[in-house]
């Protein structure tokens, strides 16, 4: 986060190139995981529209992380088919108003929140309905809180969103869908990945990828679980408190 419009504009660019690329890549797994629980199109469509995304951004030439944003989530909605196309891409043209004044570790967070809100109404979905929410909520939550409560920096805050998304997507294994085509299938949806919050976790997997590079810095180690550092007036509050030993 530049704090420059183009210089941002240009990393979001990027990280859209970097998510087409590792969706391309994930074709065939994604497909497997709907080809058990819905129509098996998944991974073809998220395909198809993410390369169509990276190429209208590149089409753009120098523009604000506002402007990449809103185009890659109207080319979604145009080029994905089911209802992927509106939950990723619709929901993406919303949250792109977040932006207007660039990118932050506040707008970021807004955006998370706005876009978080949107999938939600638009597929009626919430955490435990075996979907793209299941990996999306416990990210969204651990990045506001890593930003807003724990002080942490941008990059080691969305390091800890990805660990949360990963284990989100986990989470969605063992529960029964009650949204979209699985939720057909009844408890025989029990014991399968969502495909919707997989793809979640990869495109997660590369913003956090490509902010690191453009940091020019490694990953973060870190997960949704560690603690924080407390801070100075908790440490003071701790060293003044009574031994309860009376040492």
């Given amino acids: 986060m530049s704090g420059e419009g183009q210089d941002d504009g240009a990393a979001v660019v990027r990280a859209v190139e970097a998510v087409a690329d590792r969706i391309e890549e994930e074709r065939s797994y994604l497909t497997d995981l709907d080809s058990a629980i819905g129509d098996a199109d998944h991974g073809g469509n998220m395909a198809r529209g993410w390369a169509a995304a990276a190429e209208a951004a590149r089409d753009l030439g120098d523009p604000d992380p506002q402007t990449v944003c809103k185009t890659v989530g109207k080319t979604l909605m145009a080029e ?9 891409g619709g929901s993406l043209v919303f949250a792109s108003a977040e932006l207007d004044d660039g990118v ?25 309905d075996q979907t793209v929410v299941d990996a999306l909520t416990p990210a969204v939550h651990t990045f506001k809180k890593s930003i807003e409560t724990d002080g942490l920096p941008p990059l080691e805050a969305l390091a800890k969103a990805v660990d949360a998304a990963e284990r989100g997507v986990a989470f969605t294994v063992p529960i029964r869908a009650r949204k979209g085509r699985a939720s057909y299938l009844g408890w025989r949806s029990v014991g399968h990945q969502d495909p919707g919050a997989t793809s979640a976790l990869f495109i997660l997997e590369e913003l956090l990828a490509t902010a690191a590079a ?34």
């Fill in 104 to 128: 932050s570790a506040e707008s970021a967070v807004a955006f998370a929140e706005t876009y978080l809100k949107k999938v939600e109404d638009r597929g009626d979905a919430r955490v435990g």
């Fill in 80 to 88: 994905v088919g089911g209802a992927s196309g509106p939950l990723f």
């Fill in 214 to 247: 453009a940091l020019d810095t490694e990953i973060p180690d870190v997960d949704a679980t560690s603690p924080t550092i407390p801070d100075d007036g908790e440490e003071a509050a701790d060293a003044s408190a009574p031994d309860p030993e009376g040492d």
